[in-house]
């Protein structure tokens, strides 16, 4: 058993207040190193935390380590407002990458790119679960995260709307999530794994203290 957070237990997922801080500038995504690797899409990602510190997707299971002690890599060095993002939530965080994800076709194309993520594996009993939190950085509000308890069940999906600076948490081994992503650009947002923890947990209810009008309309469900 590991331990887990209150407010992920009813949904899985919480959707926060928009980022808030320094201006994030396009730079920070734009000028990384970025490898061919697939995951809920035609997707490539730039890593700016791995576990060794290498330019490298695998998962930390790869070198004998859970999602947890992420060692920073040179494409850090470009963006170090998302490091500081990164450092500010205060728990252990693992894999911190951006993610490039070209446009989807069709709705059809986001389902059938539903998947559950790895963010467990090696992560001893007893320590915290790991979790990851999105923060997106292109301001694609007619692009949502699809996120479904049961995989073939549209009756169980949430959406969340992609705009610029939205944050979000989601328990991504419990939930089923893939974006739609119409285009016509590329959407960029920075993913990253951290375990759950009182850490974790003050970040998080300091992310929702203040809830903007637009709130319920970020959080669609359907
Ligand atoms: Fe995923």
């Known amino acids: 058993m590991h331990q887990k957070l ?15 801080g320094p201006e994030i500038s396009p730079s920070e995504w734009q000028n990384l190193e970025y490898m061919d690797w697939k995951s809920g899409g035609d997707t490539n990602f730039a890593p700016i935390a791995s576990a060794l510190g290498d330019l490298e997707c695998a998962g930390f299971w790869d070198h004998g380590k859970p999602d947890k002690g992420g060692v920073w890599t040179t494409n850090a060095e470009e963006c170090p407002t998302l490091v500081e993002w990164t450092k500010r939530v205060g728990a252990d965080y693992g894999r911190v990458r951006i993610i490039k ?3 989807s076709t069709s709705e059809a194309d986001a389902v059938r790119n539903l998947h559950l993520d790895d963010n467990n594996r090696l992560n001893p009993d007893g320590e915290g679960w790991v979790v990851r939190v999105w923060l997106q950085l292109t301001d694609n509000p007619d ?51 951290f375990e759950s923890g009182p850490a974790l947990e003050r970040w998080i209810e300091s992310q929702r203290a203040i809830i903007p009008t637009t709130h319920a309309e970020t959080e669609l469900h359907i």
Do not use: C, W
């Open 101 to 103: 994800l070209n446009p």
């Open 143 to 193: 692009s949502y995260m699809m996120l479904r308890d049961v995989k073939d069940d549209p009756s169980t999906e949430s959406r969340i709307s992609l705009g610029r600076y939205s944050q979000f948490v989601i328990d991504s081994e419990r939930l089923y999530h893939a974006a739609y992503h119409p285009g016509p650009e590329p959407r960029y947002a920075l993913i990253v794994s």
């Open 6 to 20: 209150d407010v992920l237990e009813d949904k899985g997922f919480v959707v926060l207040r928009p980022y808030d």
